[in-house]
């Protein structure tokens, strides 16, 4: 009779240490899948910046159209100015 009480002790013991340690697997698991969702979701706030950053690069500069930007070496050697009498 003891030696059935202590082996259902022991199973008892054995099974509460296995559960704990899936418990802890899982939560190690849970733990780095929401690191690489908020890793994921900063990258995707950087994607946003970065694009919208190239976007407004992309305009023509001193409130031109795309394509019509006034460089400064045309500006001051007064190319466009003659092209203008």
């Given amino acids: ?4 009480l202590r082996r259902a002790f ?7 240490r296995n559960d704990r340690r899936r418990r802890q697997a899982l ?3 849970i733990t ?3 690191a690489q969702l908020v890793t994921e979701e900063k990258v995707q ?6 694009d919208a950053f ?6 023509g500069g001193n409130g031109n ?3 019509q930007s006034v460089g400064a ?6 190319s466009r100015a003659r092209r203008n009498r």
């Fill in 54 to 59: 190239i976007d407004s690069m992309r305009s």
């Fill in 1 to 4: 009779m003891r030696a059935d």
């Fill in 65 to 67: 159209p795309l394509g």
């Fill in 73 to 78: 070496t045309e500006r001051w050697t007064g």
């Fill in 10 to 16: 022991a199973l008892g013991v054995r099974e509460a």
């Fill in 27 to 29: 939560d190690e698991k």
């Fill in 45 to 50: 706030g950087l994607y946003r910046k970065m």
């Fill in 32 to 34: 780095q899948l929401a």
